[in-house]
T-cell receptor, first 113, second 112 residues
Framework: NAGVTQTPKFQVLKTGQSMTLQCAQD?????MYWYRQDPGMGLRLIYY???????DKGEVPNGYNVSRLNKREFSLRLESAAPSQTSVYFC????????????FGPGTRLLVL | KQEVTQIPAALSVPEGENLVLNCSFT??????LQWFRQDPGKGLTSLLL?????REQTSGRLNASLDKSSGRSTLYIAASQPGDSATYLC???????????FGKGTRLSVIA
């Protein structure tokens, strides 16, 4: 099992460009999450999907959109990237809800110039 | 709003020492508490999950305790090794299906 995979691993964007971060899990988990991690700010939740077909905002959703494509895949889209979105993005999944053990992907490092 | 604090932010110890990492949370109505490890440039790896009804959980040289009423958890690492060097994060959900709130972590360095 690959667990949680994320693509790309690293990306450089110019301000105003758009991109989609991809995440997939092969553990048949119901819940998936997108976090960003910034120095001094810790790990903050952007969006989550408690189950296939549902998505909810987290602590810092502005400037992002998500799609739960199917049970395996959960993508994060930046429509018009800003330098403030420079961060490391992590996708995670859990079997059923945030109260279960969460499994994290390796992260995507995004630099917005 | 739940807030999670981890003290100290960084810790350096000689190899072989036993050590304790601290985690505190403001709302004691938690469903469980989770400890994670993060190596530099990597994602988070789950270490231990303590249910709200439990007092402690053990895995190898790691022992995590939970005192809900005081809003505190500790992660005890016995006989530390250089391979234990990493950032350790704790996190709590307020209920089963609400998202985790993370502390900012304690960066541990074990010196050989």
């Amino acid at each position: 099992n690959a667990g949680v995979t994320q693509t790309p691993k690293f990306q450089v964007l110019k301000t105003g460009q758009s991109m989609t971060l991809q995440c997939a899990q092969d553990m048949n988990h119901n819940s998936m999450y997108w976090y960003r991690q910034d120095p001094g700010m810790g790990l903050r939740l952007i969006y989550y999907s408690a189950s296939e077909g549902t998505t909810d905002k987290g602590e810092v959703p502005n400037g992002y959109n998500v799609s739960r494509l199917n049970k395996r895949e959960f993508s994060l889209r930046l429509e018009s990237a800003a330098p403030s979105q420079t961060s490391v993005y992590f996708c995670a999944s859990s079997e059923a809800g945030a109260g279960e053990t969460q499994y994290f992907g390796p992260g995507t490092r995004l630099l917005v110039l | 709003k739940q807030e999670v604090t981890q003290i100290p932010a960084a810790l350096s110890v000689p190899e072989g020492e036993n050590l304790v990492l601290n985690c505190s949370f403001t709302d004691s109505a938690i469903y469980n508490l989770q400890w994670f490890r993060q190596d530099p440039g990597k994602g988070l790896t789950s270490l231990l999950l303590i249910q709200s009804s439990q007092r402690e959980q053990t895995s190898g040289r790691l022992n995590a305790s939970l005192d809900k009423s005081s809003g505190r958890s500790t992660l005890y690492i016995a006989a530390s090794q250089p391979g234990d060097s990493a950032t350790y994060l704790c996190a709590v959900p307020n209920s089963g299906n609400t998202p985790l709130v993370f502390g900012k972590g304690t960066r541990l360095s074990v010196i050989a």
